[in-house]
Nanobody, 115 residues
Framework: VQLVESGGGLVQPGGSLRLSCAASGFTFSSYAMSWYRQAPGKERELVARISSSGSSTNYANSVKGRFTISRDNAKNTVTLQMNNLKAEDTAVYYC?????????WGQGTQVTVSS
């Protein structure tokens, strides 16, 4: 099983980034997918979640209206489009897959928002 994130980097406040997570080794279309993040000295928090079919999404209040999660079950990928980024969005972002008790994490990708 692998979840490989990409797309992180350094961006100025107000800018955009697009994170991608490529999944392999499990039945991707059967798993709900999420993005979590963890800032230095803080607990890991849920950013966005999408159901296995893609019909339902949920967002943390702090990112509503700025971030969009989507998935392509044909390509086994989940994406997080992040717009109007703020300094407080700086964190390591993790891809997360869950089906009942089966849980997988990616290795994380760093997002730094700074001028």
């Amino acid at each position: 099983v692998q979840l490989v994130e990409s797309g992180g980097g350094l961006v100025q406040p107000g800018g955009s980034l697009r994170l991608s997570c490529a999944a392999s080794g499990f039945t991707f279309s059967s798993y709900a997918m999420s993005w979590y993040r963890q800032a230095p000295g803080k607990e890991r928090e849920l950013v966005a979640r999408i159901s296995s079919s893609g019909s339902s999404t949920n967002y943390a209040n702090s990112v509503k209206g700025r971030f969009t999660i989507s998935r392509d079950n044909a390509k086994n990928t989940v994406t997080l489009q992040m717009n109007n980024l703020k300094a407080e969005d700086t964190a390591v972002y993790y891809c997360y897959a869950r089906q009942l008790v089966n849980v997988y994490w990616g290795q994380g990708t760093q997002v730094t928002v700074s001028s």
